[in-house]
């Protein structure tokens, strides 16, 4: 990732806090990934419901243990991991960005048994979130001050597959005042364009929400 990545100015990001980079340890990324493969198996598995109430049981002890260590935006590590799939977010998809700078962004990574949508793909909603997602971090790498998506128009091209590495990569095309008008690809390893999508971020003025 280039030096001057991400080094906009702070008073403009609208009402946002600012984030910065979170240093974590490797238990952060061990329990994140526990995590998702408990959301992958809470979606594809049937135990009985003696099982089903112990479970419960184990994780509502879990969220006890959690809900003690609250803290507001900004603050906690999930989101702001750049070197974890999904920056450590359990919402973002577990892809791993490889080329962050002003030229675009890179990630890469797979959709999980968490994501499945029907007949073993993706769910439809999952790619906006993964496009959406990518946008932030191209508007950031450019320099742009955080905005957000006005619009966001996605191509379905082909059926977008679980547990299979994918790519997805983008960039600014154009900057008209306020708009930021940007693009990506999503493509499997070898070159077929699963679905594009473009927006418009628009960058909010001091204060707004
Ligand atoms: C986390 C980082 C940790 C550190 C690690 C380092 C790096 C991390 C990297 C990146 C960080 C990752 C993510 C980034 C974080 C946050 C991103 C947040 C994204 C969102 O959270 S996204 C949520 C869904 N999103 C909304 O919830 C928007 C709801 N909405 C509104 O808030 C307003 O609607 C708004 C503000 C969009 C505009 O409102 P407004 O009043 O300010 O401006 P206005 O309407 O005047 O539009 C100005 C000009 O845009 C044109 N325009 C507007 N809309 C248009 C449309 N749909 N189509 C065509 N043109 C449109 C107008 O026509 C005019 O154009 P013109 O000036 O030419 O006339």
Redesign the pocket.
């Known amino acids: 990732m280039s030096e001057e990545a991400?080094q906009d100015e702070y008073e403009h990001h609208g009402g946002?806090p600012k984030?910065?980079?979170a240093d974590v340890g490797p238990e952060f990324g061990r329990l994140v990934e526990a995590l998702r493969t408990l959301q992958d198996l809470a979606v594809s598995t049937a135990p009985s419901p003696e099982v089903t109430l112990d479970l419960a049981e184990r994780v509502e002890a879990i969220n006890d243990v959690l809900k003690t260590f609250q803290v507001p935006e900004g603050q906690p590590p999930a989101?702001?991991v750049?070197t974890l799939p999904g920056?450590g977010s359990l919402l973002m998809l577990p892809w791993t960005v490889e080329k962050f700078d002003a030229e675009g962004v890179r990630s890469r990574g797979v959709f999980r048994r968490f994501h499945l949508g029907g007949n073993g793909a993706a769910h439809g909603g999952t790619l906006p979130l993964l496009f959406?997602?990518m946008f932030?971090?191209i508007q950031?790498?450019y320099g742009r001050p955080?905005?957000?998506?006005?619009?966001l128009h996605i191509n379905y091209r082909k059926i977008t597959p679980l547990d299979t590495e994918l790519v997805i990569e983008g960039s600014v095309d154009r900057v008209?005042?306020?708009?930021t008008f940007i693009s990506a690809v999503l493509k499997d390893t070898e070159g077929n364009v699963l679905a594009d999508c473009d927006a418009?971020?628009?960058q909010?003025?001091k204060g707004?929400?």
């Open positions: 991400g946002f984030y910065v980079p989101g702001r750049m920056r959406d997602d932030g971090m950031h790498a955080i905005s957000r998506t006005a619009y008209e005042g306020r708009k418009l971020m628009v909010l003025l707004q929400p």
